[in-house]
């Protein structure tokens, strides 16, 4: 009885290990150096925070992980919209250049040359050029139709519908994935 009493324990202490932050408790700007400082009611402040979300694709907005520039974890926003306004649009923004993810609207060319496909798109941040490696490491189906890519650069780019493209562009897809 007694063992497994201090089993819970453990498992308790376990769940305590992810610290959430309190919104209210958070005060996120930007300094002079554009970096993310945070201010925690408790009075500690980190500056030069980096933020990445919890759950990328199926929760990109909420549950956002703080760590220190040396990686350690601060702590976990679970509702960020909670925020004050300043705190969540510096969240935002910060979050939105963490994961870069322009979405694919159009697929314009793809040339493969030993090996490396060098692709030309159009994305809803504007046009974009960019070679992708070995693409069984490189593309990955997170859905029906949609298609997460990795180029050699790391940066991800993001066919939300393959069915929603123009069919030149399906073509392609269907050529090179």
Same mark, same amino acid.
């Given at each position: 009885?007694?063992?497994?009493?201090?089993?819970?324990?453990?498992?308790?202490?376990k769940v305590a290990e992810v610290h959430m932050l309190r919104p209210a408790d958070v005060r996120?700007?930007?300094?002079?150096?554009?970096?993310?400082?945070?201010?925690?009611?408790?009075?500690?402040?980190?500056?030069?925070?980096?933020? #990445?979300?919890?759950?990328?694709?199926?929760? +990109?907005?909420?549950?956002? @992980?703080? %760590?220190?520039? !040396?990686?350690?974890? $601060?702590?976990?926003?679970?509702?960020?919209?909670?925020?004050?306004?300043?705190?969540?649009?510096?969240?935002?923004? #910060?979050?939105?250049?963490?994961?870069?993810? +322009?979405?694919?609207?159009? @697929?314009? %060319?793809?040339? !493969?040359?030993?090996? $490396?496909?060098?692709?030309?798109?159009?994305?809803?941040?504007?046009w974009a050029a960019f070679d992708v490696i070995a693409r069984s490491e490189s593309i990955w189906?997170?859905?029906?139709?949609?298609?997460? @890519?990795?180029?050699?650069?790391?940066?991800?780019?993001?066919?939300?519908?393959?069915?929603?493209?123009?069919?030149?562009?399906?073509?392609?897809?269907?050529?090179?994935?």
């Open positions: 009885m007694s063992h497994h009493h201090s089993h819970s324990k453990v498992s308790e202490k996120l700007r930007l300094n002079a150096q554009n970096q993310l400082e945070l201010h925690l009611a408790d009075g500690n402040t980190y500056t030069d925070v980096r933020v #990445a979300p919890a759950f990328p694709i199926s929760r +990109p907005n909420r549950f956002v @992980i703080l %760590r220190t520039a !040396e990686g350690e974890e $601060i702590g976990v926003i679970k509702t960020p919209r909670r925020l004050d306004r300043e705190s969540r649009e510096v969240l935002l923004r #910060a979050l939105d250049q963490a994961y870069f993810m +322009p979405r694919i609207t159009r @697929i314009i %060319r793809i040339d !493969e040359r030993m090996g $490396i496909a060098h692709w030309e798109a159009e994305t809803d941040r504007g189906y997170v859905g029906r139709n949609r298609v997460l @890519i990795r180029d050699a650069d790391g940066n991800r780019y993001l066919i939300e519908d393959l069915t929603a493209l123009d069919k030149r562009s399906r073509r392609l897809a269907d050529l090179f994935m």
